[in-house]
Nanobody, 127 residues
Framework: QVQLVESGGGSVQAGGSLRLSCVAS????????MAWFRQAPKKEREGVAA???????YYANSVKGRFAISQDYAENTLYLQMSSLKPEDSAMYYC?????????????????????WGQGTQVTVSS
């Protein structure tokens, strides 16, 4: 089993920055693909960014140029650096992991691709 624990959320003004962290309890091949999702109240959970162990990175159009995903494999930690934050970025942010499926580049934002999820960390951006 892979356990994921997110941290780093908080309240920030528009234009500010936050860095989210997701620590995996143990390394397995289940974490070859890892992603960040977010869910705002009354909205569907949506993919924000993802990366594979091979180093490919994917981003939602709404965050391209503002968010950056990275991993520290030695520390079993996934990061999401968020800059130029907007009020519409406010949401609960979740870390997800699983084996990399075929055609991951076109499937990374599908919730069903991930069986392992963290409990989430709240991000609130005020205008």
């Amino acid at each position: 089993q892979v356990q994921l624990v997110e941290s780093g959320g908080g309240s920030v003004q528009a234009g500010g920055s936050l860095r989210l962290s997701c620590v995996a309890s143990a390394y397995t091949y289940s974490r070859d693909c890892m992603a960040w999702f977010r869910q705002a109240p009354k909205k569907e959970r949506e993919g924000v960014a993802a990366m594979s162990r091979a180093g490919y990175r994917y981003y939602a159009n709404s965050v391209k140029g503002r968010f950056a995903i990275s991993q520290d494999y030695a520390e079993n930690t996934l990061y999401l650096q968020m800059s130029s934050l907007k009020p519409e970025d406010s949401a609960m942010y979740y870390c997800a992991a699983d084996l990399c499926p075929n055609s991951y580049g076109s499937r990374w934002a599908e919730r069903r691709q991930y069986n392992y999820w963290g409990q989430g960390t709240q991000v609130t951006v005020s205008s």
